[in-house]
């Protein structure tokens, strides 16, 4: 069974970094778009910054000028680096990885278990 592993989370202060890298477990498809979501306890989830195959990226708002994303083709890895961090950051982010099974026109869409960020001071 294919799953997708985050790590990189963990508690920082206001204004450092961290960096969120996310994979899949198993290469039986091709990657579309890989992407990062957040949630906060009472809060809808949303989204946080994505990146398809050919290298085009989205933002939100909210982290535009502060968060990059990235990734290496070769590895199927998705990165987020986050820096300017600040408490309304502090959510759970998930890893989010859509593709297409090899040989097939099957889509598939997956979510990692979600990595704590906290920002706090």
């Known amino acids: 069974q294919v799953q997708v592993v985050e790590s990189g989370g963990g508690l920082v202060q206001p204004g450092g970094s961290l960096r969120l890298a996310c994979a899949p477990s198993?290469?039986?498809?091709?990657?579309?778009?890989m992407g990062w979501y957040r949630q906060a306890p009472g809060k809808q989830r949303e989204l946080v910054a994505d990146?398809?195959?050919?290298?085009?990226?989205n933002y939100a708002d909210s982290v535009k000028g502060r968060f990059v994303i990235s990734r290496d083709n070769a590895k199927n890895t998705v990165y987020l680096q986050m820096n300017s961090l600040k408490p309304e950051d502090t959510a759970v982010y998930y890893c989010?990885?859509?593709?297409?099974?090899?040989?097939?026109?099957?889509?598939?869409?997956?979510w990692g278990q979600g990595t704590q960020v906290t920002v706090s001071s």
């Open positions: 990146i398809t195959s050919s290298g085009s990226t």
């Open positions: 198993a290469s039986i498809f091709s990657i579309d778009a």
């Open positions: 989010n990885v859509r593709g297409t099974k090899y040989f097939t026109t099957s889509k598939v869409d997956l």
